[in-house]
């Protein structure tokens, strides 16, 4: 029996998960209120929070889980990407308990652990697949080979997907987060009611940087004409903006399915909780003969149970650090 610590803190979620022979038994979230007042995460803020959560937060998913922590095998924490500040909590922390206890310290990549979300429940994809990772900070296509083998075939070469939802959202004077805003407009809105640009990137890159200018000035010109074009159109200018999000996200996913020939699709990361994106994605699939893997909501966001996931998978593998490990706030694929 194997029996691992899952730890998240990349951002400003703070998050503990306990996992037993590659079952999740608990994943406890602990979310942080204050960053909606200041329009975006503060580094420094959440950091603090970070320290003020994580013990009570471990404590709740040992209890959970019905174990003590005697009983546990290993400590997995997301060494990076993410914010410094955040990291180091969590690290600081795996350190620590994994000294005291006496037990091995396994280091996990934030975003490898996004795609081994796919292998927390049933139905699980067969390798090799494609991933299309999108969150707030990213936004890649990968090619997963195996548990720990993963060919990085594009990525966005400015904006993340997710950024660009958040950055409209403060150009829209929606509250933050703002993505999950858009996305509940969106489906009461015409998504074809506003002309927005494709950008042509080359390969299978992204970039969101242009839309986002695109939007602005849209928006800005609106206003000219009628002050009150927000209130009288937000549903329809979210549903516009998803819409246009979506179809480039996925117009290189297609792109990606025909070059490799693979047939297994899936996505992973905050930005696969849009219902644009998920059901956009199945009839996609529907189309191509794809078989479709979409994570349940809990899984999408950061979680601890995804980086308990890669951690049990690690440790069958004995692939463990020592205490000189330090976080990283850019970590390559």
Not at 140 to 168: C, H, P, R, S
Request: charged share 20%.
């Amino acid at each position: 029996m194997a029996i691992i610590l899952g730890i998240e803190s990349s951002c400003d979620e703070t998050s503990a998960s306990i996992c037993i022979d590659g079952e999740i038994k608990s994943n406890i979230i602990a979310s942080q209120a204050i960053h909606a007042k200041y329009g975006g995460v503060v580094p420094e803020l959440a950091s603090r929070a970070h320290q003020q959560n994580i013990i009570p937060t471990v404590d709740q998913a040992i209890a959970e889980a019905k174990i003590s922590k005697k009983d546990i095998d290993a400590v997995a924490f997301t060494r990076g990407p993410g914010l410094l500040g955040s990291l180091l909590v969590g690290t600081s922390f795996s350190k620590s308990f994994a000294l005291a206890m006496g037990i091995p310290l396994i280091e996990v990549n934030h975003m490898q652990a996004h795609i081994l979300a796919h292998f927390i429940e049933e139905p699980k994809p067969q390798f090799p697949f494609l991933c299309l990772t999108v969150s707030g900070g990213h936004t890649q296509i990968v090619l997963v080979k195996n548990y720990f083998e993963m060919e990085l075939l594009g990525e966005t070469l400015d904006d993340a997907a997710g950024e660009a939802f958040d950055k409209t959202a403060k150009i829209l004077n929606l509250p933050y987060p703002g993505g999950p805003l858009i996305d509940k407009h969106a489906k009461l809105g015409n998504p074809k009611a506003f002309k927005l640009p494709e950008p042509q990137i080359p390969e299978l890159n992204f970039s969101f940087s242009g839309l986002k200018t695109a939007i602005l000035y849209l928006v800005r010109d609106e206003l000219k004409e009628n002050p009150n074009f927000l209130q009288e159109r937000m549903d329809d200018l979210c549903a516009s903006v998803q819409d246009r999000i979506v179809t480039i996200l996925l117009n290189k996913l297609k792109k990606a399915a025909k070059q490799t020939g693979v047939k297994d699709i899936a996505i992973a990361g905050g930005v696969s909780a849009n219902s644009g994106l998920r059901s956009s994605l199945l009839a996609m699939g529907e189309k191509y003969n794809w078989n479709v893997f979409i994570p349940k909501f809990e899984f999408c966001t950061d979680n601890a149970a995804m980086i308990a996931i890669a951690g049990y998978h690690k440790f069958l593998a004995k692939d463990f650090v020592g205490q000189d490990v330090t976080p990283m706030a850019r970590m390559e694929m």
